[in-house]
């Protein structure tokens, strides 16, 4: 089955990006969730991730960008984006997160949108290999 | 004759001559008479005189004599016939007597005189046993003085005390006048005058060594007399008066080198010092013999005494430089603490702030390679990814060596496929090989187990290193890598065999030989291959690390790395071991990486449980939410504490709350939930899940009644260990 197919594929894919340090444990969880009643479980919380993450970053973007910056805001964005990532296993996003927490509590505006270009990047990197992995995120054909 | 009635017969002038003899013998007899009254009485006061006999006799012999006298004074007249009688008789008896006595005489006389040299002699024996007395006297008070000298000296071990009370002490048994110590400079040619009694502090004279009279003092042990006017002793300011008698005597200065174990100090090489001691000037005194030896004790005394001193001095100073060696050894020590704190401090640091930007680095080039660029752009992009690529993997050798170094790695164990692990070697080498026109192939033993328990990912490290040094120093010719299961033989080449655990179930030893045919090695420079940051060659070891960190990482896999070579041009092999788990039957726990597609686990344990699930993140909410879909419970999952409360019923056993939300209190909401549900048999069990592991959160959790607490992330195991034990009891204690 095409499905199988894609999961084997996107399987091997994933050993890589273990190796490479962009997915943990928890996306190992996550694998195991999949069965017969719930296939599609993996590849729909991916693309909820994905799509939450590219909405929060804007958010974050936007944010920076005006006069007054309101950190409350962007630390409640980057909280958010932490959990998601923490849930799914996207390791580096979660460390980004975690780092450029820090400028938040500092209310450094360079640093923050700094860390949110670099967790920009990171998610795409990871977007871009699950891509290479065969399409399985049909989604993602937007944001690229 | 005429007898007459006269009483006084008249006295005619030629009669005087008769008169004084008439008077005469008057006294004689009266003497007679009273000479053995005398006698008697002395004798009977004396009582030792041995001679009563002849004293009797004498006595007899002189009564009878001045009887006889006394008689005659009747005989100057007419007498009788009677008194004439009288008269002979006494005669008689006085002769007889007197015979006598002068017989015995002859006997006695010798024998008194000999009394009288008896006496003599005993006197003369009780005039000599008086000197000898007095000498004895003298000899007990002089040990007595220089038994208190000494004691006194040797109640001190600072030199100064020492000299200055010897000069003190002797000064005052003697009764010197003055009293000096000459000590030799250090060059060992003058004399200079140290010490003296009588000023404090003496000028500093110094004198030729080399005089005859210090040279006659210097020659013997015993004190000698000297002149008063030889420079040593012209120490009192010259006057009237007649110096006294001067000694002095040597005061031999011993060193610590001077005493051998079987022999005394030899002479030649003794330094003296000279004591010069005056008597009192215009005293009759001279020094007396007893005077002289208590001198030389006193003197040897000291020089004993001085050593003492000395060696104490000497331990002084080294006990003084230990010290001070130890505080500098203790301030180093705190020194080098402080920096490996700081240096570790900094790493600490360093560590996170010089990755972040380099992986912002590579990332950004990367996806800068992605967009459309010109020809030399692509070039320039691609060389700062590949500079940086290095530079990053430069930073990570660096921050892993120090952790190495530390002893803080660990290795992250996990089980994986062998083959996999060549494999992805053999494809990420096999192109570079190919570039360079080199042969490489890859063997695996067929006795190699599928999988294995170990670190992954410095095992391969490890092995990238080895191989792609291989490949980087070989120009043309074959690289090999073969792998097997290494024996127990090969092993003790290679470590004491105490340190090998034989191959067992449990685990085994992986052999990986790496054979080239390039550079070779200089034998010489074979050991220096794993020492950081030395290159043998310009070439070798572009970070100098690699291979430094390789051989701790296999140390770590108690292991062991080498790298052969029969010299230059001759190629080189690299030999591997590591000790590696074998897997147990059953392999699916243990692994990190799913490589079947997953199937169902286990039959769902809580079918049908209703659940509430409340968490406001999307993405977390949809991935708990599987997680206890998977397990078979029915999931109604919200997105705020409002709705959670207002959909929450009798027939929700549990209800999941995230507390790690920012904008809902998520105690409050529990506290909600309480009081809808008064009667504690409705109420569902609240589960805390959150992203904190610190006390408080679990303090407040459990204080507005929640009957548990997980920590995210939450696996499928944990989830489901965690709903059974809250089922079965009613609360679940998180172990983490």
């Known amino acids: 089955m095409e499905v199988n197919q894609m999961q084997r594929s996107f399987l091997e894919y994933a050993n890589v990006l273990f190796r490479e340090g962009f997915l943990d444990g928890q996306f190992s969880q996550l694998q195991m969730l999949a069965d017969e009643s719930n296939p599609d479980f993996v590849v729909e919380v991916v693309s909820l991730f994905f799509e939450d993450s590219q909405k929060l970053l804007n958010d974050l973007t936007t944010t920076l960008d005006q006069q007054n910056v309101d950190f409350k805001k962007i630390d409640a964005h980057i909280h958010q984006l932490k959990g998601s990532s923490s849930s799914i296993g996207a390791q580096r996003v979660k460390n980004a997160c975690i780092a450029f927490r820090n400028f938040c509590d500092q209310q450094n505006v360079e640093g923050l949108s700094f860390g949110s270009s670099i967790t920009f990047a990171f998610l795409f990197q990871l977007e871009q290999q699950i891509v290479a992995a065969g399409g399985a995120i049909p989604i993602l054909s937007e944001f690229s | 004759m005429e007898l007459c ?70 005989t100057f007249t007419l007498h009788t016939k009677t008194v004439a009688v009288v008269m002979t008789t006494a005669k008689v008896l006085t002769a007889a007597v007197s015979c006598a006595t002068a017989l ?201 005494a001085l050593s003492h001193a000395a060696i104490l001095e000497e331990s002084m100073k080294a006990r003084d430089l230990l010290m001070e060696q130890n505080v500098a050894l203790d301030h180093a020590r705190r020194e080098a603490e402080t920096a490996v704190r700081a240096r570790n401090d900094f790493l600490a640091v360093m560590n996170h702030e010089m990755r972040t930007p380099m992986h ?48 803080s790695l660990k290795l992250e164990i996990g089980t994986f496929s062998l083959h996999t692990l060549f494999r992805e070697t053999y494809n990420l080498i096999k192109p570079i090989a190919s570039v360079k026109k080199l042969n490489f192939t890859l063997s695996l033993s067929s006795e190699l187990p599928e999988f294995a328990i170990g670190d992954e990912k410095r095992l391969m490290q490890v092995l990238l290193n080895v191989v792609g040094n291989a490949v980087k120093f070989t120009k043309e010719g074959s690289i090999s890598v073969s792998a097997f299961v290494a024996k127990l033989d090969s092993l003790r080449e290679f470590r004491a065999p105490d340190l090998i655990s034989i191959p067992s179930d449990n685990h085994f030893y992986l052999r990986i030989e790496v054979k080239d045919t390039g550079l070779g090695i200089n034998p010489q420079d074979l050991p220096k291959l794993f020492m950081k940051f030395v290159q043998s060659q310009p070439t070798k070891n572009s970070s100098g690390l690699g291979l430094a960190i390789c051989k701790r990482f296999v140390n770590l896999m108690e292991g062991h790395i080498c790298i052969e070579s029969e010299g230059l041009g001759k190629g080189s092999t690299a030999i591997v071991i590591v000790k590696l788990g074998i897997p147990g039957r059953s392999n699916e726990s243990k692994l ?46 919200v997105g705020s504490g409002d709705e959670c409360v207002r959909v929450i019923n009798h027939e929700h056993k549990v209800v999941f709350l995230d507390v790690s939300m920012p904008d809902v209190n998520s105690f409050e909401v529990a506290v909600r939930i309480h009081e809808k549900f008064s009667k504690r048999m409705d109420r569902p069990l609240i589960v805390a899940l959150t992203g904190n592991t610190d006390r408080m959160t679990k303090e407040n959790c459990r204080r507005v009644g929640m009957n548990g607490v997980l920590l995210k992330p939450v696996s499928v195991d944990k989830m489901r260990s965690a709903l059974s034990e809250l089922l079965e009891k009613g609360f679940f204690v998180e172990s983490k």
């Open chain 2, 5 to 74: 009635n006269c009483i006084e017969p008249p006295w005619p002038a030629g009669e005087l001559l008769m008169k004084y003899q008439y008077i005469s013998d008057f006294f004689i007899a009266l003497a007679y008479f009273s000479i053995p009254l005398e006698l008697i009485y002395f004798v009977k006061k004396s009582a030792v005189f041995p001679y009563r006999w002849v004293l009797v006799q004498f006595g007899a012999f002189i009564v009878l004599c001045g009887a006889t006298h006394l008689i005659n004074l009747w």
């Open chain 2, 104 to 304: 015995m005489l002859v006997h006695i006389i010798p024998d008194l005189l000999s009394v009288k040299t008896r006496e003599l002699f005993l006197k003369n024996k009780a005039a000599e046993l008086d000197r000898e007395m007095g000498l004895i006297r003298t000899q007990e008070e002089t040990g007595r003085h220089v038994r208190m000298l000494t004691h006194e000296i040797r109640s001190t071990l600072d030199r100064h005390t020492i000299l200055k009370t010897t000069l003190v002490e002797l000064g005052r048994t003697l009764g010197l006048e003055e009293c000096a110590l000459w000590m030799p400079t250090r060059t060992g040619l003058e004399l200079q005058l140290s010490y003296t009694l009588r000023h404090q502090n003496p000028v500093g004279f110094t004198v030729p060594i080399q005089l005859p009279v210090i040279n006659q003092v210097f020659n013997t042990n015993r004190a000698v007399k000297i002149s008063p006017n030889s420079p040593v002793a012209r120490l009192r300011p010259t006057g009237m008066y007649m110096p006294g008698e001067v000694v002095a005597v040597r005061v031999p200065l011993l060193h610590l080198s001077n005493f051998q174990i079987h022999d005394w100090p030899e002479l030649s090489t003794r330094r003296y010092a000279l004591m010069v001691l005056m008597l009192p000037s215009d005293s009759a005194r001279q020094w007396h013999v007893h005077e002289l030896e208590l001198v030389e004790v006193v003197a040897d005394q000291v020089a004993v």
């Open chain 2, 360 to 407: 912002a680095i590579i990332a950004l080039s990367s996806l800068l390679l992605e967009t459309e660029l010109t020809p030399e752009q692509r070039l320039m992009v691609e060389t700062v990814l590949k500079s940086s690529n290095l530079l990053s993997t430069l930073i990570n050798d660096v921050l892993d060596l120090s952790r190495l170094e530390d002893g």
């Open chain 2, 592 to 637: 990190s990486f799913v490589h079947k597609v997953p199937r169902n686990q286990v039959k769902p344990a809580f079918s049908g449980l209703k659940v509430v699930l409340m968490d406001d993140n999307s993405v977390g909410r949809m991935v708990t939410k599987g997680l206890l879909v998977h397990l078979g419970c029915d999931v109604l999952a």
